[in-house]
T-cell receptor
Framework: DAMVIQNPRYQVTQFGKPVTLSCSQT?????MYWYQQKSSQAPKLLFH???????NEADTPDNFQSRRPNTSFCFLDIRSPGLGDAAMYLC???????????????FGPGTRLTVL | DQQVKQNSPSLSVQEGRISILNCDYT??????FLWYKKYPAEGPTFLIS?????DKNEDGRFTVFLNKSAKHLSLHIVPSQPGDSAVYFC???????????FGTGTRLQVFP
């Protein structure tokens, strides 16, 4: 089955210790997204890639970086995690948006990040 | 400033009855609205959508209603089943960007 895979499902890191979360997809979608979701809050878009074209949200902290080496993989790097970065991180993909259509995004199961 | 709001964090409904989940938005430029369903330990999955040129879209037990003048949409589930117990997210987009704006979600509990 075509899907979006996130590894690891649970990640524990120490305050200030860099961490990388990974996402892969078998859907061959050209758009990939990273969301941060804190408890009882809406998923918040951090950035997205349209093919290799990187689009950063204006309020995404510099502490968060991303890499997309190829169509299938995308990584989220948190350079110096703080306690406030503990959250669920969701990866999603979508096809190129067609005029007059809606943007259906396909989500992975998420990685829950704990910062000690 | 939240552009998509789900003011009810939780809803409890008896099996067989109707579940109504509500969503309000502020941006009149949104032209598509989507509902996602999320089970624990899984990512959100797409449920149903509606275009702003329509006021109703139906898919089996799920119907979404849109009231543009009130900037309000609702998801109706009839009849509700225990397997419908999940968190439901409302999301909105416009046709010019690849982004979705999500609400905070409503946790639906369907009890026997």
């Amino acid at each position: 089955d075509a899907m979006v895979i996130q590894n690891p499902r649970y990640q524990v890191t120490q305050f200030g210790k860099p961490v990388t979360l990974s996402c892969s997809q078998t859907l061959n979608h050209n758009v990939m997204y990273w969301y941060q979701q804190k408890s009882s809050q809406a998923p918040k878009l951090l950035f997205h890639y349209y093919d290799k074209d990187f689009n950063n949200e204006a309020d995404t902290p510099d502490n968060f970086q991303s890499r997309r080496p190829n169509t299938s993989f995308c990584f989220l790097d948190i350079r110096s995690p703080g306690l406030g970065d503990a959250a669920m991180y969701l990866c999603a993909t979508s096809r190129e948006l067609e005029p007059g259509s809606y943007n259906e995004q396909f989500f992975g199961p998420g990685t829950r990040l704990t910062v000690l | 400033d939240q552009q998509v709001k789900q003011n009810s964090p939780s809803l409890s409904v008896q099996e067989g009855r109707i579940s109504i989940l509500n969503c309000d938005y502020t941006n009149s430029m949104f032209d598509y609205f989507l509902w996602y369903k999320k089970y624990p330990a899984e990512g959100p999955t797409f449920l149903i959508s509606i275009s702003s040129i329509k006021d109703k879209n139906e898919d089996g037990r799920f119907t979404v209603f849109l009231n543009k003048s009130a900037k309000h949409l609702s998801l109706h589930i009839v009849p509700s089943q225990p397997g419908d117990s999940a968190v439901y997210f409302c999301a909105a987009s416009d046709s010019y960007t690849d982004k979705l704006i999500f609400g905070t979600g409503t946790r639906l509990q369907v009890f026997p």
